[in-house]
């Protein structure tokens, strides 16, 4: 699939699972909780649409194999290294990265780092928001140096925003394994698969006779614009007053 199919089914999953979730142990120990001393037991506004834009970004992580993918040219030449690096140990695209170990892997790293070191934390949630203001087109049309510029500076302007509504990052790691996985899931239901048991070498493919083409019309026509829409009616229902 298409970087910002990937983008936008993962701000659906974050929408969709994360309240239910919001008791869950993982995302109380929280910063704020450290700072504040007040047990959160709920994502507050904020954090449910921080979670939404980072768990976006996370959908793309598993294609750090792909050097000539979206998210390889999100910071320019930074992240088309990175890429290239992962690409390499990976065993190239749709690999290690395809797989439920990857993101259960990155979702325990990316906790440890929120509850651990800070500074790490604040990294991985400015690549990622970068990451989903990449995948849904923000940046100048044939301009990557352009582009690279104008999203580090809207994803600075974004954390900034996070930071002075207190938004703590405890769930951090729940989003980016959701993220990670759903971007599997995803390309499992295009006609090439993934190998989800990675190591084991066999692709899987859902549904077995849907087989999506990725960058044909459905995706571009149809399923954006649904999705697109998804989006925009969960975000109305989870922040209506209650």
Not at 8 to 35: D, H
Not at 49 to 63: K, Q, R, S
Request: proline fraction near 6%; charge should be positive.
């Amino acid at each position: 699939m298409m970087g910002h199919t990937h983008a936008m089914t993962g701000a659906i999953a974050w929408l969709g699972l994360a309240p239910p979730l919001a008791a869950l142990p993982l995302l109380n120990e929280s910063s704020r909780f450290v700072e504040t001393g007040i047990m959160a037991t709920a994502l507050s506004p904020a954090e449910l649409i921080a979670g939404a834009i980072i768990c976006a970004g996370a959908a793309m992580l598993p294609d750090l194999d792909h050097p000539s993918a979206t998210i390889a040219q999100t910071f320019g030449p930074i992240t088309w290294l990175i890429s290239k690096a992962v690409c390499w140990i990976s065993g190239g695209h749709r690999g290690a990265t395809h797989s439920l170990a990857f993101a259960v892997a990155l979702g325990f790293g990316a906790h440890w780092l929120a509850n651990t070191y800070p500074i790490g934390r604040d990294i991985m949630v400015v690549l990622l928001i970068g990451l989903a203001l990449r995948a849904i087109g923000v940046g100048i049309p044939g301009n990557k140096a352009g582009s690279a510029m104008v999203n580090i500076g809207l994803t600075a302007g974004l954390y900034a925003v996070f930071l002075s509504l207190g938004v703590g990052y405890a769930w951090l790691g729940l989003a980016v394994a959701i993220g990670c996985l759903i971007h599997v899931v995803g390309d499992c239901m295009t006609e090439r698969g993934c190998p989800v048991l990675w190591p084991l070498g066999v692709k899987f493919l859902l549904p077995w006779k849907i087989g999506i083409k990725t960058g044909k019309k459905f995706e571009q026509k149809i399923l954006a614009p649904i999705l697109s829409v998804a989006i925009v009616g969960l975000l109305f229902w989870r922040l209506a007053p209650t």
